[in-house]
């Protein structure tokens, strides 16, 4: 089991199982919402609960994608594909330790200008 929080803790999580190894995006819309890049895990929803709701929004952020957060404190927890069986989650917003280890930097031909990707680990342009 891996438990997690917003900031402020009025939305809590609860993983069931290992995590996926997590992947970084540095895309433009994850960069403008994080304030850097976003590195997540991604989760099979029956895998995942969820406690506080009440307190999850949901901001539409393209067709296919809406991105879920805390409308107390503003922390940013979920990445959500309706039409997938899965939903990433914040790695930054999980209880120590995760076990857990970036796998991939996805979008870096997306990534700000003012840092390097130095880690050895693959990169995909998009």
Known sequence: MHHGSCLCGS???TVSGELEAPVACH???CRKQSG???ASTNVKRDRLQIAGEEHLTWFQS???VRRGFCSKCGSWLFWDPPSKDWTSVAMGAFDLPTSAYLERHIFVAEKGDYYTICDGLPQNED
């Open 11 to 13: 939305i809590r999580f």
């Open 62 to 64: 393209s067709a296919k």
């Open 36 to 38: 850097h890049f976003f």
């Open 27 to 29: 895309c433009a819309q």
